[in-house]
């Protein structure tokens, strides 16, 4: 059975937030450490309790300081090239979306001319739309003729060890 779809906002009851909270870092905890374990990475948490005026450090005070002073010591170009803020992962999700809409339309705009194609030569119509564009037509007719001539082409005969045509 799959759990329900989560609301996310703030939980209004202060017992079930504390509730919620204590869970939720124990499972946050408990994926860093595996994450320490299992794929050998440095990592730690930050977590700012409203109830508390201490932030809470996993796995320890001395833990985090070492984590953070490994990043600190990279290069400061080092630590920018994989950083993202809001803007740089929008721009970059912008150009990925960008490049799929380019290519499917590239994809659409060859399917069109193929169907335009076949839709003359079977005769079913004998005018073509105002807007074909008959450059990309005419590559499309030769790419196919070429595609053509190299399916029936005989194939190369061989006779004492020597290819005849």
Not at 8 to 27: C, G, P
Not at 74 to 94: T, V
Request: charge should be positive; aromatic fraction near 6%; hydrophobic fraction near 35%.
């Amino acid at each position: 059975m799959t759990r329900a779809k989560t609301k996310v906002e703030i939980i209004r009851n202060e017992a079930i937030r504390k509730a919620t909270f204590k869970n939720r870092k124990e499972s946050l905890t408990k994926k860093i450490s595996e994450m320490n374990i299992l794929c050998g990475v440095g990592a730690c948490a930050i977590m700012f309790n409203p109830n508390d005026p201490q932030p809470e450090l996993w796995p320890s005070p001395e833990g985090v300081e070492i984590v953070i002073n490994r990043f600190r010591d990279i290069p400061e170009w080092a630590q920018r090239e994989r950083m993202m803020n809001q803007e740089s992962y929008a721009k970059k999700l912008i150009g990925k979306w960008e490049r799929l809409v380019r290519k499917q339309k590239e994809d659409n705009h060859e399917k069109e001319m193929t169907r335009i194609m076949f839709q003359y030569l079977d005769g079913t119509t004998t005018k073509l739309p105002m807007d074909t564009d008959f450059n990309c037509l005419e590559k499309m007719i030769d790419q196919k003729l070429e595609s053509i001539t190299k399916t029936f082409q005989a194939p190369p005969q061989v006779e004492d060890g020597n290819i005849h045509k």
